[in-house]
């Protein structure tokens, strides 16, 4: 008899863990490498679904289709930047009908950095015409860039249900894609979007000098800050557990920083400031 219990517990592990299969592994797409590139799922207006990878080191915005095969790259190496600190810009609104009406792949792209000089630029770039379609110096969206199409690290598709995790071991950049048994209730995606732009923590004094304090709108355990130059060298971290946090950064050279916050139900977020 406890033979066949234990057959039955072996089995039924077995098939809990048969629930998660890895299906596809991204080199590059990890938010945790030096540039913070971008890994997330979009459905198309045209083309339907799609994994989408940002490539900040590259310029490139490349789609592969659901069987993980590859799709088509964009490159947006002809935008203006305005600052060389990786987190200082975003990919937005990739889409196929949103800026024209042909089925040809489209993006905005926005630069912001206050001591940049300009100090911001919003462009959207075309993929027929290979090149910009719209092109303004020191106007870009007055919001928190937290991106609607990438906050999704769960979403339920015509192929079925995907997870994407993304590496923070040191010196691992990938993008796991995981397929999942059952489905993301409408629930829980409605309230993704607002919860998501609640949690962003928020900075301040920027630029800083002696002390940076960093704010979470509520306290939860499990979280770490990690401080990282502008060449991807962690300078400090720290684990996370009140929702104010004063940080002594008096003796970090002068120079653009990123703040990596990952952990607890915020999953990885990033956001910048200025050492002077």
Not at 115 to 122: D, E, F, G, H, R
């Amino acid at each position: 008899m406890r033979t066949s219990l234990l057959g039955l517990l072996l089995t039924c592990a077995t098939s809990a863990r048969s629930q998660f299969v890895l299906e596809h592994t991204y080199a590059g797409g990890s938010q945790t490498n030096p540039y913070s590139n971008q890994f997330f799922l979009l459905d198309l207006e045209a083309s339907g679904w799609k994994y989408v990878r940002v490539d900040r080191a590259n310029m490139e915005v490349a789609l592969y289709h659901m069987d993980h095969t590859f799709w088509k790259s964009v490159s947006f190496n002809m935008v203006t930047t305005v600052n060389s600190f990786a987190a200082g810009w975003d990919i937005l609104y990739i889409s196929e009908h949103l800026f024209d009406t042909d089925d040809g792949l489209e993006f905005m792209f926005t630069n912001y950095y206050p001591l940049s000089t300009p100090n911001a630029t919003t462009q959207v770039v075309d993929e027929d015409s290979a090149g910009l379609i719209f092109d303004v110096a020191a106007q870009v969206p007055a919001v928190r860039v937290n991106v609607h199409q990438q906050q999704y690290p769960i979403r339920s598709t015509p192929e079925g249900t995907k997870l994407i995790l993304t590496s923070t071991a040191p010196g691992n950049d990938s993008a796991y894609v995981y397929g999942l048994a059952g489905e993301l209730s409408t629930e829980i995606a409605g309230t993704w979007d607002a919860e998501a732009t609640e949690a962003m923590p928020m900075l301040f004094p920027n630029p800083a000098t002696d002390e940076l304090t960093l704010r979470m709108s509520t306290p939860e355990q499990g979280v770490t800050v990690e401080l990282i130059t502008s060449e991807g060298q962690v300078v400090m971290s720290r684990a996370l557990s009140t929702s104010l946090t004063t940080l002594n950064i008096a003796a970090l050279a002068a120079g653009h920083y990123m703040c990596r916050f990952s952990g607890g139900s915020l999953g990885v977020r990033v956001a910048s400031f200025v050492k002077d």
